[in-house]
């Protein structure tokens, strides 16, 4: 009997999963085969092993890793002292706020402030510097993408940092462990999950980023969302478009296979 | 639990609060497709008080959605997920969107304004008899500069953009016939090329250009050349002319190899639901008052005789943005391409971002 009506409780979810899951994943597997007129080809993917493409490919895991980097360099220290502040819950909250603030109005307001007469060219003025246009650069593009994913990255490892029963650093440090050696063995393994999610929520979009390439980078970082995004409005190729999408899935899958967490085995030993 | 559950009704008295404001805000104009008028336009490309002038004189509400490429339009466009009134493709779009069976012809006894036309601008190769479209803008692609900045550089020649002296300086449209055309010109060749090796030099020509490209961006590059942050940029005659009224420091120049000549026109396309109120809104555009009303607000060329001798006589003499018909015959209009070579201009549009690090 509860068999029964947990399995027909589940058939809402394989609906769910069969129509906005597998459907649109095979749909872009069918038209990434198909050529600017409707036949059945295999050129889109001869076509994104060109040069062009892959060094597109190349450029965009480049930033997304430059990204991923910096977040975490940023979050993991931030989301640390956090769950050492009195009032944690507050400041964690204020962190997350910004990103409730839609992402391209955020990315215009950095247009502003990078500008050549904006406030940060005004401080470096009072220094004596020369002004100079951070916007289009390579730095101002991994500033501005860093900023947007810190709230994502600090979240979960807060939670595992949280998470983190105490008592295991005190039994680390009276068993004589420095505190670097009880960072290093005791709270950082523990926390790694928290990590590899972090990198997953980044690393994943960082990808696909588009716009934000646009408006901070003046174009002169070109992602595989940019080209999708190319693809489909402007030159209307849907097969090359799909052919870069279905990539993008490839990629993201063998992300969360290494990111992954591995339940079975390991540690327990 | 129970907060879950006081969250979830405070968001949903709030949400129906919302909609009954937003109900109650609206109802002056009616709903349904019958009085309303759903208008697909560039960005910045309308006086929008024009709108309110044109819902308080028919009574119709008018709902203004735009777009930002032609490619973007045409794609929503043939979706049909909204039922789009008016648009308002450029000439070679309104080519494509013909052979797809996207447009509506227009009945032209209901259009007694188009008088106001100049003849020149209608009965066009991309639209015989101006069967489906009418007039709005045309201007030209040219380069917008800043002489206290570049020197005496004066680009009457698209070579001045390679000058060593305009190092990371140059801003490009973020448009493949754009920037493949002007390499395309710079080489004598026609921005309709459809010879592989003339797009390939060009492309390789265009690469060269990379050291001296700072960015390539859209409408925002307005702002910029405003204050003075960009030297030069490729872009079109109005958004020219935007640029120029609010900083009088700028010029624009159209170089001598060629350039590209493009017109506006308004259409009515398939998704259509309020035919007759497209037409009134098209007849309301074309008289001289709003005709001259708008060009003054968005700076591009009118095709409207009437409305240019309300204007301004220093804008319409000027002829950086109304050329003489002699400067007109140097410029080409852009044809559809067609998807293949539409598809290759992109690559190579591709390849050169690519080529810029």
Do not use: C
Not at chain 1, 38 to 65: C, E, I, R
Not at chain 1, 193 to 199: L, T
Not at chain 1, 205 to 216: E, G, K, Q, Y
Request: hydrophobic letters at 45%.
């Amino acid at each position: 009997m509860q068999t029964k009506t947990s399995k027909s409780a589940l058939f809402p979810y394989v609906l769910w999963i069969a129509f906005f899951v597998i459907a649109p994943i095979a749909l872009v597997v069918y038209y990434s085969l198909l050529d600017l007129h409707g036949n059945f080809t295999l050129d889109n993917y001869k076509a994104f092993f060109s040069s062009v493409y892959l060094k597109m490919t190349l450029s965009s895991f480049w930033y997304a890793f430059l990204i991923t980097f910096f977040t975490l360099l940023i979050s993991y220290p931030t989301a640390y002292f956090l769950t050492k502040t009195k009032h944690k819950q507050l400041w964690l909250l204020l962190i997350i706020i910004p990103s409730w603030i839609n992402l391209l109005l955020k990315t215009y307001a950095f247009i502003g402030i990078f500008g050549l007469y904006g406030p940060i060219n005004a401080f470096i003025e009072v220094f004596g510097f020369d002004p100079k246009q951070m916007l289009f650069t390579d730095i101002s593009f991994v500033f501005v993408s860093v900023y947007i994913f810190i709230p994502f990255m600090i979240l979960p490892i807060f939670n595992s940092l949280d998470r983190l029963n105490p008592t295991l650093i005190y039994a680390a440090r009276d068993l004589g462990a420095s505190a670097f050696t009880t960072f290093r063995r005791v709270v950082l393994p523990l926390t790694m999950d928290g990590v590899k999610s972090g990198i997953q929520v980044v690393f994943i979009p960082a990808l696909s980023l588009f716009m934000i390439t646009r408006l901070i980078a003046g174009n002169r970082v070109i992602t595989l969302g940019t080209a999708i995004e190319q693809q489909f409005l402007v030159t209307q190729n849907w097969g090359m478009g799909s052919t870069i999408a279905v990539f993008l899935i490839l990629f993201m899958v063998i992300i969360m296979l290494i990111t992954g967490q591995k339940d079975k085995g390991g540690r327990v030993r | 639990m129970k907060s879950l559950i006081q969250a979830t009704i405070a968001i949903l008295v709030v949400s129906a609060l919302l909609f009954y404001a937003a109900d109650t805000l609206s109802a002056g104009g009616g709903k349904g497709g019958k009085n309303t008028l759903t208008i697909f336009n560039w960005g910045e490309y309308i006086d929008p008080d024009l709108l309110k002038a044109f819902e308080k004189e028919t009574g119709i509400h008018v709902i203004y959605e735009t777009f930002d490429s032609n490619e973007a339009m045409m794609t929503k466009i043939q979706q049909g997920g909204t039922a789009y009134d008016i648009a308002v493709p450029s000439e070679y779009m309104i080519e494509k969107m013909k052979e797809e069976n996207l447009l509506i012809p227009l009945d032209k006894t209901k259009l007694p304004n188009l008088k106001n036309i100049d003849p020149y601008f209608l009965d066009l190769p991309f639209d015989d008899n101006n069967h489906y479209s009418i007039p709005y803008f045309w201007g030209t692609v040219g380069i917008v500069y800043n002489p206290s900045l570049v020197g005496d550089l004066d680009f009457t020649s698209w070579e001045d953009l390679w000058d060593p002296s305009l190092k990371r300086k140059v801003f490009l449209v973020d448009g493949a016939r754009e920037v493949i055309g002007m390499g395309l010109n710079s080489l004598g060749y026609s921005l309709n090329s459809l010879d592989d090796n003339e797009l390939r030099e060009a492309t390789n020509k265009l690469i060269t250009l990379a050291p001296n490209v700072k960015a390539i961006i859209g409408d925002e590059i307005t702002p910029l050349m405003i204050n003075n942050e960009a030297t030069v940029a490729l872009t079109w005659s109005g958004q020219a002319a935007d640029m120029m009224f609010e900083n009088e420091e700028l010029d624009f120049a159209v170089p001598e190899e060629g350039s590209n000549l493009w017109f506006d026109n308004m259409v009515i396309p398939k998704t259509s639901k309020n035919i007759d109120g497209a037409h009134a809104f098209i007849n309301f555009m074309l008289s001289a008052d709003a005709g001259a009303r708008n060009a003054d607000y968005v700076g591009y060329s009118t095709p409207n005789i009437a409305a240019m001798d309300l204007m301004d006589e220093e804008v319409v003499t000027d002829e950086r943005y109304y050329p003489s018909e002699e400067q007109r015959d140097t410029l080409e209009v852009y044809k559809n391409l067609g998807p293949d070579y539409l598809g290759k201009y992109n690559e190579l549009f591709l390849e050169f971002k690519m080529s810029i690090r």
